[in-house]
């Protein structure tokens, strides 16, 4: 019995599952003619570092948490609410700064502010765009 335990066990420990396991969600823009569709993911072990993936984008762009900042302190045991920027890191330097405001599992803002001119884009949950893997656009 307890060589079956330890194998389970060890299986267990073996399995790639929390490993891989990432956060993402799924984006579209707000007050575009055409909308922008992205996928942000940030690995759940490491919260410092993560991705962003548009739809029919060139590829994954990497991101870092740069600051995080508590914007009010949630009542009666609620989490607190919090502004998180992530910096793209692009071979050639900064590309821009996403830009999220959260309080749990719940976003409340979400933004892309580009570097090179600043300008301002917002986003919203594409919940029918979420599946158990990733971001499914039709």
Not at 30 to 54: H, M, S
Not at 98 to 112: D, H, K, M, N, T
Request: charge should be positive; hydrophobic fraction near 35%; proline fraction near 4%.
């Amino acid at each position: 019995m307890n060589k079956l335990i330890c194998l389970v066990f060890g299986v267990l420990l073996a399995s790639p599952v929390s490993a891989d396991e990432n956060d993402f969600r799924c984006l579209k823009s707000v007050g575009l003619k055409t909308p922008l569709r992205l996928q942000f993911t940030y690995v759940t072990d490491q919260e410092d570092i993560g991705n962003v993936a548009y739809k029919n984008g060139s590829g994954r762009i990497a991101i870092r948490r740069i600051k995080e900042t508590q914007l009010r302190r949630g009542p009666g045991g609620r989490p607190s609410e919090f502004e998180t920027r992530w910096q793209e890191i692009a071979p050639e330097g900064s590309a821009g700064t996403y830009i999220v405001v959260s309080q749990g599992a719940l976003l409340s803002e979400f933004r892309y502010v580009r570097q090179k001119d600043g300008k301002q884009f917002r986003f919203e949950e594409d919940s029918e765009a979420s599946t158990e893997k990733g971001c499914n656009w039709q």
